[in-house]
């Protein structure tokens, strides 16, 4: 069995560095994104640049219609607005959508048992566990033991859904990429979706912060950035 | 919170059972079905009409584009033949879709959070424990934990996955079908997919001893039957 691993891409920065930092640690690496009716589709073509630019499989999973029934959230459904300023409960509850990672995490099971892959990996770290209970370390575990389980006899016992972020903070991850020299300018982090990043929603403010927090120069075109 | 329950149904026997099964336990229901690329798609149909006639809400959920990265299954691949009589080792892993009922569950998890329901059902049962890890109790118990940890705060702390019949034969179906007035006759289990039931493949030959084991007769019209 190969040292393959199926990493859940996003196209943004965090699953830029990850793709990067498996490789670095020896991984041989297929990336799959999701399409899921979000608004920032355009990550997904970030995705595909990334793949292209590291040379490795890339597929993207049309989840469209199971979007649409995943509804309530800002990232889905266009009658939500997207909320302005920084993360909070009461702004990021509107951008959940409903089991998300469990969903993208189980696909990317069935195509590295399909694959003969020996690992899934996810790109969540820590900064998004306050909100987000299916980023949180117990959520990794509870989903590499429903894999195993699941597919006893198709795959290997050493199976793992790794989630080498999942304690970090988005700056660690900013830090981590600048060692690897990863392209940043090339990852899409804007939940707005538009030409450019926005510069005030809550995922270009995170951004922004962390870059500022690890001390390493953000190379983002912003349309426009918070007064902080 | 409403008493209400969202059940993975295919169309065949065993999910209009469940379907049925969970009514008169009192649950309030919501239909989920799933193409993936199968051949005998048209299950679809039976669970629209299954659905039809309970009047429930029914969605069918595409994940075509998953189901043609989970290759080697003669379920989704067309290079695969589907083979003829009864399930054995060889026989039903071809038949096998890499992490399907994960996929499923979860996928009827994200709904259900959307929803506000209380549980996800499945219609598993004891028939298919030897090949199919995915069918067995550790399963349900670890897509149910899996469920609780990734939704946490998003559903009630008593979200249940259902499996009633995880222990049951598939004559035991029959016999609590027959129980319910069960319309079998407008059920789906041939995986051939063709205009009738072919009798030859491992579902219709299970179909068919299933009835027999249980006493009840079987309306279901079959191409051939295999001499046994």
Known sequence: MKRSCVAVVSGGLDSAVLAHHLRADGWQLRLLSFDYGQRHVVEVDHARGLAAAMDVRHDVVDLRSAGALLSG???????????????????????????????????????????????????????????????????????????????????AETFQILAPFVSWSKADIVRR????????????????????????????????EAFAVAGVADPTEYVAVKAR
């Open 177 to 208: 990429g600048a060692e690897l020299d990863v392209p940043f300018a090339a990852t899409w982090s804007c939940y707005r979706g538009g030409a450019a990043h926005c510069g005030t929603c809550g995922t270009c403010v995170e951004r922004i």
């Open 73 to 155: 959230s800002a990232l889905t459904d266009d009658t939500v607005e997207v909320p302005d300023g920084h993360y909070t409960d009461e702004s990021m509850r509107t951008t959940v959508v409903a089991n998300r990672n469990a969903i993208f995490a189980m696909v990317a099971t069935g195509v590295a048992v399909a694959d003969g892959a020996r690992a899934v990996a996810l790109g969540v770290h820590a900064g998004d566990h306050f909100i987000y209970p299916d980023c949180r370390p117990p959520f990794v575990a509870a989903a590499e033991h429903l894999a195993r389980v699941a597919n006893e006899g198709f795959l």
